[in-house]
């Protein structure tokens, strides 16, 4: 898989290494997909998207989710959004395979029990030559949860709780499995923010074993057969951690770094600015559900403009269609409108990497900022002085109706 950030590279890579003329090895297995700077009047992010056209038209690329009418989204029936969320959705990720992409955070689709990893654009060069890459086998961590997940928690605060737990390098070119009851009761989109954020450790990839949820999720995705793999009984781990689910409570990860963890309660006096809900880790349809229901349950206006930036056309259309449960068959879009956000934006990576000048929701001045996006350094999201606060869309949405950081439970109890 690659994108039009590292599309256009890796296509150069492998034009001069196997030959202007060279031919793909499988162009059914190449997936490509512009995503990250889409929405913007800048002339080399457009010229990217033309550039992987191109190609894919010259390749015969079977998979490319084409944008051509930036004016109006919905125009583009191929175009998807965001690639991580996508893949999942278009049945691109199955368990046992492997997947490569241009992208850190293709670790994402680990969630369906697939080594899926990030590679830089040399190796796309050559595995869209090849079909073949030389990785090491990763040592594996095991994290195990156990416990009834409370309410006010998703997979995102578990997933900082373990970044704090052991680093942004705690878990450097190794493999991240995560097992236990919980993990077992969260469904795929939730497995997915696990995964998605393995990265932020140093890991390789991360993997939750394909079940019974996997394989529901993937009806009607995929006919390709597939074949799960899983850890055998006498599986070596380099180190296991575990954790009581029920007894953690909301947290954040404060600036500059996914590690620097805090309890959300803990920075009640933090005032914000702004509000960001989006991204491959925070923009799927189950983030959106899930902002509502505190929006809902508040049934206050928000105090800072809060950004919805939905992943990919599918999650965009979700929120006009799907009813919130409890909520007497309103849509995520109405309770949205009602608690005062900003209309859901055309769906892409939007401002969770910054991008150019005038990309939608960018920070163009060092605002604070709530985010359920994966990364907090300094100008990840725009401006360098910029703060983030990483968070699960509870505690997004809760910090919007207060305007400081808060902790989801003041809406949920």
């Excluded at 932020?200 to 793999?229: C, H, I, M, Q, R």
């Excluded at 959106?288 to 206050?300: D, E, I």
């Excluded at 985010?371 to 968070?391: C, D, V, W």
């Amino acid at each position: 898989m690659t994108h039009d950030v590292c599309g256009p590279g890796s296509i150069g890579i492998f034009k001069k290494e196997f030959g202007q003329n060279a031919k793909v090895w499988d162009r059914e297995k190449i997936v490509i997909i512009p995503d990250h700077y889409i929405f913007t009047s800048d002339e080399r992010a457009n010229r990217n998207v033309d550039i992987l056209r191109d190609f894919c038209t010259e390749q015969n690329i079977k998979y490319f989710y084409d944008i051509k009418d930036l004016s109006n989204f919905k125009a583009n029936p191929d175009y998807k959004g965001v690639c991580h969320v996508a893949l999942a959705q278009e049945g691109h990720c199955r368990p046992g395979e492997v997947l490569l992409g241009t992208d850190s955070h293709t670790c994402t689709a680990g969630a369906f029990g697939q080594f899926a990893t990030g590679i830089g654009n040399t190796d796309a060069g050559f595995v869209l030559g090849t079909g073949k890459l030389l990785l090491k086998v990763p040592p594996t961590l095991r994290f195990v949860m156990d416990g009834e997940m409370p309410p006010y928690l998703l997979a995102k605060d578990l997933i900082l709780q373990i970044i704090g737990e052991i680093s942004v390098a705690g878990a450097t070119y190794k493999a991240m499995e995560f097992v236990g009851t919980t993990v077992e009761s969260l469904n795929m989109e939730e497995r997915m923010t696990l995964c998605n954020m393995v990265v932020e450790a140093g890991g390789k990839n991360g993997v939750v074993p394909a079940d019974s949820t996997t394989f529901k999720y993937l009806e009607g995705k995929t006919s390709l057969p597939y074949e799960p793999v899983y850890s055998d009984a006498q599986a070596s781990y380099l180190s296991e951690y575990r954790f009581d689910i029920s007894k953690l409570e909301p947290l954040v990860a404060k600036p500059h770094s996914p590690d620097n963890r805090a309890l959300a309660r803990e920075c009640k006096d933090v005032k914000i600015d702004r509000v960001y809900i989006g991204s491959c880790t925070g923009g799927k349809t189950d983030d959106f559900l899930a902002a509502a229901k505190v929006f809902l349950a508040s049934g206050k206006k928000v105090k800072v403009p809060t950004f919805l930036v939905p992943a990919t056309q599918k999650v965009w259309l979700d929120l006009y269609t799907l009813p919130v449960p409890r909520s007497g068959g309103k849509t995520c879009s109405q309770i949205f409108e009602e608690a005062g956000c900003d209309t859901p934006a055309s769906p892409s990576c939007g401002a969770c990497l910054g991008g150019p000048k005038d990309t939608y929701a960018r920070m163009n001045e060092p605002k604070v900022c709530v985010s359920t996006t994966n990364r907090n350094f300094p100008g990840r999201m725009g401006h360098k002085e910029g703060q983030i606060y990483l968070a699960s869309p509870y505690t997004a949405a809760a910090s919007a109706l207060t305007g400081y950081v808060t902790d989801p439970r003041e809406f949920l109890q």
